[in-house]
């Protein structure tokens, strides 16, 4: 395949753009060959969006009833809303949520999801659902298991087991687009036990643990009473802060937690629309430093608005915030997924480089080169102009439309699963687990 025509960004950090057909063999850029040509005059090729940290769980949670007194804080929100939305689903309505969330995530140009995945009644095999969805899409995808003790005991175990059999079946099946790491709920619904055992599984398996950290003060006040250190000393104790593990959130930890995290070379998943939502409080992204990527933490997957509203949220405290930051954090969030395909140079398009871009109709009306481009992504861009993506050389979707899957049925079948979905939750109450040290 050769895309011709084309202004191509080839580098988001540092931005580099060049105005050279890319070719496409056997998956990867190439730096000459290619059978087909498409047509890309006039348009903006860019590497694939990766985002960062999300939930496809919730992807059939838009708009769905809610009855109970409105949450106040951050424990009450998982309490009332996600804590009930994850015992309710099944088998059917995980596969219509991943495919919803995954459509969505191509049609928006973001061709990577690294995805943290809870459903507490369905749990063994639960990974096997969420990657052959996605994998029929034909999106790449870092999955996990959302290890916990809010559901008891054998829940947390069976959320280990879970992570350990996918990881399993990722090293013998060697599958194309999907890879694993050892996921888990956060320090304040885990048991010492069950985090040495999330730890052990990471290790074993040579891959990072994904867990949420400090998201809200809450955390830190459970860390702290459980036995007196905050979440990333205990988990630092645990052993569980390497250059593998990512962090969601990091909004509550304090300058000495972060040295702890920087130290470890671990990473952090900046969330900043559900942050705002969610009312949690502000990342320290100054201080949080390079390692910052992004994710939607469920929000959808269109990295055009979350990196957009990160931005916007930053320079409200901080006029003097480069415009390169948002593509800066985008690299990052590429590097991430790299390492766990083992592939450093994904969100690079050059040779040798996985084929996972994005062409952007967009009919420039400023000149489009390495130090105006930044200027574009901020104020220009959006999903609203992606028109096709292509996931290691397979186009997955052509003028706006999936091209692996009926884009309509997909949409009419999720559209009755998440009726069913609502009434089971309907009936389900609010979480009773407590955090120690108040909410
Ligand atoms: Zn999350």
């Given at each position: 395949?050769i895309?011709?025509g084309?202004t ?31 047509d890309?005059?006039g348009?903006?090729?860019v ?16 708009g ?15 309490q009332?809303?996600w804590?009930?939305?994850?015992r309710?689903?099944?088998e ?10 995954g459509?969505?995530?191509l ?5 990577t999801?690294v995805?943290h ?5 369905a749990?063994?095999?639960?990974l ?5 969805a ?23 175990r ?28 956060a320090?304040f619904t ?8 999330c ?6 398996h040579g ?34 802060l ?9 909004v ?6 972060i040295?702890l995290?920087?130290?470890?070379h671990?990473s ?17 992204l ?11 933490d ?9 990196s ?5 949220r ?14 800066q954090?985008?690299?990052?969030s ?31 009306p ?13 104020f220009?861009?959006s999903?609203?102009?992606v028109r096709?993506?292509?996931?290691a050389?397979q ?11 009926d ?15 609502w009434?089971?939750?309907d009936e ?12």
């Amino acid at each position: 395949m050769i895309l011709a025509g084309a202004t191509v960004v080839t580098s988001l950090d540092p931005v580099r753009v060049s105005r050279e057909d890319v070719h496409v063999v056997g998956g990867r850029i190439a730096a000459t060959g290619g059978g087909t040509s498409r047509d890309c005059s006039g348009c903006l090729v860019v590497p694939g969006n990766v985002c960062a940290h999300t939930h496809l769980y919730s992807a059939l949670a838009r708009g769905m009833p809610y009855a109970l007194a409105p949450p106040t804080n951050f424990t009450q929100i998982l309490q009332r809303i996600w804590w009930r939305l994850d015992r309710a689903l099944d088998e059917d309505s995980i596969r219509a949520s991943a495919l919803v969330g995954g459509m969505e995530a191509l049609l928006s140009g973001t061709t990577t999801l690294v995805d943290h995945h809870a459903s507490p009644n369905a749990i063994d095999g639960s990974l096997d659902v969420v990657a052959d969805a996605l994998g029929s899409l034909g999106i790449r995808a870092v999955l996990c298991y959302e290890t916990s003790d809010r559901d008891g005991l054998d829940r947390a175990r069976a959320g280990v087991a879970e992570n350990r059999r996918f990881l399993n079946r990722v090293r013998s099946e060697e599958l194309p687009l999907a890879r694993g790491m050892v996921g888990a709920h956060a320090s304040f619904t885990l048991s010492d036990d069950t985090l040495a055992a999330c730890t052990e599984a990471a290790h074993d398996h040579g891959v990072g643990l994904h867990i949420h950290a400090a998201e809200d003060a809450a955390d830190e006040r459970d860390a702290m009473a459980r036995d007196g250190l905050r979440v990333a000393a205990r988990l630092d104790r645990a052993g569980a802060l390497d250059e593998r593990t990512l962090l969601a959130h990091g909004v509550h930890l304090d300058d000495e937690e972060i040295r702890l995290v920087h130290a470890a070379h671990s990473s952090i998943a900046h969330n900043a629309r559900s942050n705002m939502n969610n009312s949690i409080g502000r990342a320290r992204l100054h201080a949080l430093g390079g390692r910052v990527s992004l994710g939607t933490d469920g929000i959808g997957s269109d990295m055009f608005e979350e990196s957009r509203t990160a931005f916007f949220r930053l320079r409200e405290d901080d006029g003097g915030a480069g415009g390169d930051w948002p593509l800066q954090r985008l690299a990052e969030s590429a590097h991430l997924a790299g390492r766990a395909f083992g592939e450093p140079l994904l969100g690079v398009l050059q040779p040798g480089a996985p084929a996972d871009l994005v062409v952007l109709d967009y009919a420039a009306p400023t000149p489009v080169h390495d130090q105006s481009f930044a200027g574009h992504w901020v104020f220009g861009l959006s999903a609203r102009v992606v028109r096709d993506v292509m996931v290691a050389g397979q186009w997955v979707v052509v003028d706006r439309r999936l091209a692996t899957v009926d884009q309509q049925q997909l949409a009419a079948e999720a559209l009755g699963e998440a009726e069913r979905l609502w009434q089971r939750l309907d009936e389900i109450g609010p979480h009773e687990f407590e955090p120690k040290g108040g909410r």
